[in-house]
């Protein structure tokens, strides 16, 4: 009798034992291959972030384009706007830095990333004495439309292509670009001018036209025209002051189809 509960125990006890060792193994599995995933994801996501770090440009095959259905030219995350690529008539700058409230024209109604890093530029700029302001920031469809035919008509279609966009086609609508001070060519010459084009690109700013890349952009060099693209962006593009565009550097063209 007592030989019998003794064997009944072991056994008991044998159960226990097997059943402790058969659920730690499916714990410690379990938590191996979590960790596992995490680590993964991780690793997933730190490539995700490393920075490209070449100034080379980047071949087509590395570049993300965005598939979507708004008509909208993106690569990279950057818009593109230019003779190939033109935005819908009815796009507006996305948050605003001041509400457009139906207006065709307005120098703050740029994104607010755009217009905080001008006023960093601004406030940095003062410092050494110089002033920069805004002198044409955002324009509707419709007022590009109305200053397009303007020139047309002054000196004819060929000769307006070359420094004024068609509708749809003019950076001013995405609301990351902006003409500063004096619209002319002499604002090269300027100190402002001459500390923009070696600065700007500091607060994620580029000369959108630069000098001796007509053929590239299809506009004439407009020294005054900056397009926010971010800091990391704009520091490539800077190219030491040897700017180089957005065509050149993700290989777009910009040429109307007619
Ligand atoms: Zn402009």
Redesign the pocket.
Known sequence: MRKKKTKKNILMLFLIVLLLVVSSYFIVSKVFLAKNQESEETMQEQQKEEPQQEVETPSSSETQEEENNSGLKIVDGILIVNKSFPLPEDYVPEDPYEPLNGRDYCSYCVTKETYEHFKEMQTDIEVLGLNIWIQ?GYRSYNFQNGLYNNYVNRDGKDAADTYSARPGHS??QTGL???LNTISSDFAYTPEGKWIHNNAYLYGFILRYPEGKENITGYMY?P??LRYVGKELAAKLYNNGDWITLEEYFDLPSTYND
């Open positions: 044409s950076e001013h670009a902006f003409d407009e005054w025209h």
